[in-house]
């Protein structure tokens, strides 16, 4: 079945940059897009962007451009999410999520915390 | 960019019909996800597609979708069913969700 497997949890202090991971199975990793969704404690979903672990091409919402890079190494089917000059607004959880034959399956979840 | 408006909160009593909309321009010519998430877990679709159903997820859920607006229908509703529900378009190559319905079972 397919799943999507998330690094564990994490504290920055401010400026810092953190990078989570999302390992697939059970599917053909290169052939669809990853994306990645944050959550803040009591607030509804945000895209974050895309990723196509075949091309590297991606795509970031403009509140994040400059601050995220979305990569992949697809030799161990494994996406990135790395995100700069972390803030506490960015204290969150990190989902990523892929669309396989149309239909979206989720990781669990990274929790990031921002703190000095 | 585009916008999907969902109401706060929706209440049903048990083992009634609930329905949660979610309004978009023209919504009616996208294509429609549902996501539950319960308190301290991660989303799980329950519809995809307007109105097809995972495997694994009750056929008391339903969707349908046309004009300005989506419908999520939960029938004979469970305490169970309690959660947030999102829905959520693909605009270009951009996910769009909306703020999210709070489903509470009496």
């Known amino acids: 079945q397919i799943q999507l497997v998330q690094s564990g949890a994490e504290v920055k202090k401010p400026g810092a940059s953190v990078k989570v991971s999302c390992k697939a199975s059970?599917?053909?990793?290169?052939?669809?897009?990853i994306n990645w969704v944050r959550q803040a404690t009591g607030q509804g979903l945000e895209w974050m962007g895309w990723?196509?672990?075949?091309?590297?091409?991606?795509g970031y919402t403009q509140k994040f451009q400059g601050r995220v890079t979305m990569t992949s190494d697809n030799s161990i089917s494994t996406a990135y999410l790395e995100l700069s000059s972390l803030r506490s607004e960015d204290t969150a959880m990190y989902y990523c999520?892929?669309?396989?034959?149309?239909?979206?399956?989720w990781g669990q979840g990274t929790l990031v915390t921002v703190s000095s | 960019s585009y916008e999907l408006s969902q109401a706060l909160s929706v209440s049903v009593a048990l083992g009634q019909t609930a329905r949660i909309d979610c309004a978009g321009n023209?919504?009616?010519?996208?294509?429609v996800q549902w996501h539950q998430q319960k308190p301290g877990q991660a989303p799980v679709v329950v519809i995809y597609?307007?109105?097809n159903r995972p495997s694994g997820i009750s056929e008391r859920f339903s969707g349908s979708n046309s004009g300005n607006t989506a419908t999520l229908t939960i029938s004979r509703a469970q305490a169970g069913d309690e959660a947030d529900y999102y829905c959520?378009?693909?605009?270009?190559?951009?996910?769009?969700f909306g703020g999210g319905t709070k489903l509470t079972v009496l």
């Open positions: 999520a892929t669309l396989y034959m149309a239909q979206p399956f």
């Open positions: 059970g599917y053909t990793f290169t052939f669809y897009d």
């Open positions: 990723m196509n672990p075949h091309s590297g091409n991606t």
């Open positions: 023209n919504i009616g010519s996208k294509s």
């Open positions: 597609r307007d109105k």
């Open positions: 959520q378009v693909w605009d270009s190559n951009f996910w769009v």
